[in-house]
């Protein structure tokens, strides 16, 4: 997304402060990641800036998922079958909702993010116009491939339909409509607007509805 310009140093401050005060709820959802889980978690208690909570979003694992000590610092939530991903984020939305949180982190167990992950995407947030944010609905890290470090780039409707993102070299930001759910920074009064994702759609394409 494209950002605006913050003012002088007394409005940096006043949007540091503001990114403080915003609750931040970061989401994992689980199936079967005993051996990759306590990594996730504590790439999420690394941020430069702390979530608010952590919660896990369990889909039935059967494989001591839930048992690894990570799980300590988390608060979980678990289906009795797999909703897939759009069942788990539907779930993971809805916890956030009730809970009045501002922001919702969304993450597969098998993402790392980097330790300055969340103050990046809440920064740029916060150097946006009022209309902007109003706009924006969510902010998204941009997600590689562990194995070759090549980047998954979001994808914006054209006239002549859905086309991948190709920015311009070493550009920080840019549009985009749609991409994968894990890294994603969703604004909850967006999603009170918009409603929950359909569960339905299980793995398929559940972002993109």
Not at 23 to 33: C, G, K, M, P, Q
Not at 41 to 53: F, H, S, Y
Not at 128 to 150: E, G, I, P, W, Y
Request: overall charge negative; proline content about 6%; aromatic content about 8%.
């Amino acid at each position: 997304m494209a950002g605006g310009t913050t003012g002088g140093p007394g409005e940096e401050t006043d949007c540091r402060l503001l990114s403080r005060l915003m609750r931040v709820l970061a989401h994992i959802h689980t199936f079967n990641d005993a051996d990759i889980i306590d990594r996730t978690i504590a790439a999420v208690l690394l941020q430069t800036r702390p979530v608010n909570g952590i919660l896990v979003v369990d889909n039935a694992s059967a494989d001591g998922t839930l048992e690894r000590p990570s799980l300590k610092h988390a608060t979980v939530v678990r289906h009795p079958e797999n909703l897939g991903t759009s069942g788990a984020v539907a779930s993971g939305f809805r916890f956030a909702l009730e809970r009045d949180y501002d922001w919702i982190w969304i993450l597969d167990a098998d993402s790392l993010v980097r330790p300055d992950a969340l103050e990046k995407l809440l920064e740029l947030d916060n150097s946006s116009s009022r209309d902007l944010q109003s706009k924006v609905a969510f902010l998204a890290c941009l997600a590689r491939n562990q194995r070759d470090d090549q980047p998954y780039h979001g994808a914006a409707f054209t006239r002549y339909g859905l086309a991948v993102v190709r920015p311009r070299p070493r550009e920080p930001h840019y549009p985009c409509q749609i991409t994968i759910w894990s890294g994603c920074l969703y604004r909850l009064s967006a999603v009170r607007r918009v409603g929950l994702p359909d569960p339905n759609y299980v793995l398929d394409w559940g972002e993109f509805e």
